[in-house]
């Protein structure tokens, strides 16, 4: 039912699933008000909006009797997530006009569910970045507030959902690239377990460290939309399916762990009541494990683009090395273009020792983890380290802007699944064990009012 | 007064030893590629001549966002081949990415296996007694073909092979001699197309082979500079070339020259290598695990299920034909193929002189079916049969021949004359009687 005062945008996505599955929206009308919204996006936070699709799917899905668990739901996904027949360029001038000639499984998820895609977000370039502004396409302003960033690397996703331009995005976390732009949009942000969301059709930056994420206003879309998303995929090698204990998934009374090892700010302080103190000491180790390997994989992976099979290229290289140094040199933005060398460097012959470290720093992480969590449920940090920076802020130090994904990347190279919950300008992360994505959305909820 | 002897018709001095080392491609026999469900045969076009990337998908393409996911045949037929060995099969294998940058390689790296391979040693025994021994077989993706357009001078790229599964065996430097190289390489062909993994094929590129020759002066324990031997279509191109390259380097040497480390190129047209490479500035191919795929997990159980399902060899072949009283001439052709053992298994079931089924079978130049044996065995030739043939025989004789040689050569010379004459129609076991009795006669 339209009511005069209540806005679309206003809806949480479950809410607007259910007005929608009863008849109590049309999607057609809504989809439209959506995508005119998308069209006066003022954060540069879309690259694209699939105007003519979205509407032509409204259409057909409105004759639908039997409806999917994401009815009419609009949904903004990151510009690294291939959506058959449309761009996907992960913001770089390298996949400019590059269409996609296949359906990532998240994708394929969505519109087996009946979601409308309204369009692609702005990212850092193949999601590489803590504020947004290494996109090749300009940076984007935070939902919230037009003179702060929207933080990186998902800088798009997190704008639109902040600024009403739909209910719900998917956006792709390696390091917090999905976690940090939620805290500072006041989002709920999401990293699943490693292999609880196919990868197939993600464009990859760090393939044993990334998954996608979710988006969303509060818990409870958030546990309908991975629901949606998660579990095996046979195009997934590294993909796996959690056998959820629902007895423990309710845990009733959880126990939840504050790091010893970490100065929680002030405000902070509420929340840290009645847990217990753990121990994690190396987690220090996290961000330098995280670098190394994820520089190593990421020049592994980002070398299928050489101006030979797709993408952009060039016509005048005088030869094959020619060609792949001009393409690289000329469509590659330069933090791309410095992780790829940082990657190699610490690939190759001399300095192969470099890599080695950072995978064992990673094992040692993921089993100090392991025991940990046998103690507790779950355990609360930062998610930022800082509140959101200023648009025109100085963000070209990299080691400071490596240095915000502090909180973030623990999730990341241990597997394990990390939320991000709105109370607190700096975000509150909650970490729970591998596999438990359902109990840790159960904690969250307590945390959520 | 002494003729000038020519150099190149001496026999080598053995001054060096020839320390000569195997990679030997092959591709597996799967339905689908190895990290994809695409075929390994490519469409055929009207002409019956493969259709290029009509075999491809966003996997061996290597569009963005594409993951590879193992073909679990590849890993088995692999085990086998590491079990036809008689290799140590690692209970863990991973998969790792040998990075570099080639337009034939979409992702620009290849899927190998580097630190934990499938299969580690195993051995060949040669006729001599000698032992090959090997270092490991690992399980790797093939690349796809470039095809060189001279006339529009442009390079076109067919990803049909990509991702089409090998095995690698890497041999220890224990290969002493061409001939050794050879032999090594025709019992590999005969273990994996007995063991029904691969066709092995060499002209067709089933089968590739990469030589690493070097030489050092005899005693030397030091091993010489390597050089590595690329374009190798057939045995006998892989005999050729290392027989030039130990002559090219034992002149070098012995002129005091250094051997440059460097892949060299045989050519065929004129029977030489000619250098490709250089090897100095090496690749640095920054090899790690795959992150898109978990280690492999090989219970015992399974490798001794696959074990007991190991068909039976060329050698197992072999000891059953000597006890059927063939000589290790016959047994050695007749279990080189493995379609023609099964051949003469098959004939030998419906009719028991051995040794003439194994006759006819050497001695056609065209491919026989079981009944075409079947009716040469029991062919009797007629009056009139014999008496055209010594007709034709006679008028050869007539001709005129060399009688110095000794006889066994005579007949041959006289058999491929008369094949030549009658077409392959005359009957080998009457032709080579009249022979006889002509030869002895005079």
Known sequence: MKNLEFKFEDFTASDFINNAIENKVSVVETTKYFLERCKNDKKNALLEVFEKDALKRA??????????????????IKDNILYKGHISSAASKMLEDFISPYNSTVVQKLLDEDAIILGRSNMDEFAMGTTGSNSAFGITKNGTDDNLVSGGSSSGSASALASGLCLAALGTDTGGSVRLPAAWNKLVGFKPTYGSISRYGLIAFASSIEQCGIFTKNVTDLSLLYSVLSGKDENDASSVCYVHDTHKMLCPTPKIGRIKEITYPKEYQ???KDTVEISIPNLSLSLAGYYTVATAEAAS??????????????????????LYTNVRTKYFGTEVKRRIITGNYNLSNENYDIYKMGTAVIRDLKKTFEKVFQNVDAILLPTASIPPVKLHEDMTDPLKLYNMDLYTVTANVTGIPSVTLPVLPTGLQILAARGNDYLLFNIARRFEK | MMTAINKANLPPRQKYDVVIGLEVHAELNTKSKIFCSCSTSPQIDKNGNPLPNSSVCPVCMALPGALPVLNKMAVEKTITAGLCFGCQINKVTVYDRKNYFYPDLPKAYQISQMFHPICLEGSVSLSNGRVIR?????????????????INDQTLIDFNRCGVPLIEIVTEPDIKSAAEAAEFLREVRSRLTFAGISDAQMELGQMRCDVNVSLKPIGQIKLGNRVELKNLNSFKMVERSIQYEIKRQTALLDDGKKITVETRKWNDAKQITTSMRNKEAANDYRYFPDPDQYPVHLPASYIQKLKKALPKLSGDYK???INLGLTPYDTEILTRE?????????????????????????????????NQIIEKLNFKPTNTDRARLTDIIQKIFAAGYENNKPIDKLINYFMGKVMQATKGEADPELTKEIIKSFLTEK
Do not use: Q, W
């Not at chain 1, 004759?63 to 668990?69: A, V």
């Not at chain 1, 992976?301 to 020619?322: I, M």
């Not at chain 2, 090997?134 to 001279?150: T, V």
């Open chain 1, 59 to 76: 259409e057909e899905l409105s004759h639908k009797t039997i409806r999917g668990k994401l009815f009419g739901l609009p949904v903004i």
């Open chain 1, 270 to 272: 509420p929340f840290l």
């Open chain 2, 338 to 370: 493995k379609k023609i053992t099964e051949l003469f298994l098959e004939t030998c079931k419906m009719n028991k002189d051995y040794k003439k089924i194994a006759n006819i079978i050497i001695n056609s130049k065209d491919p026989l079916t079981k």
């Open chain 2, 319 to 321: 000891k059953d034909f």
């Open chain 1, 301 to 322: 992976n980002l070398d299928r683009f050489d101006g030979v099979k797709y993408g952009s290229t060039v016509k005048d290289a005088e030869s094959v090395g020619d």
């Open chain 2, 134 to 150: 090997l270092n490991r077989i690992h399980s790797e993706e093939d690349a796809g073909k470039l095809l060189h357009d001279d």
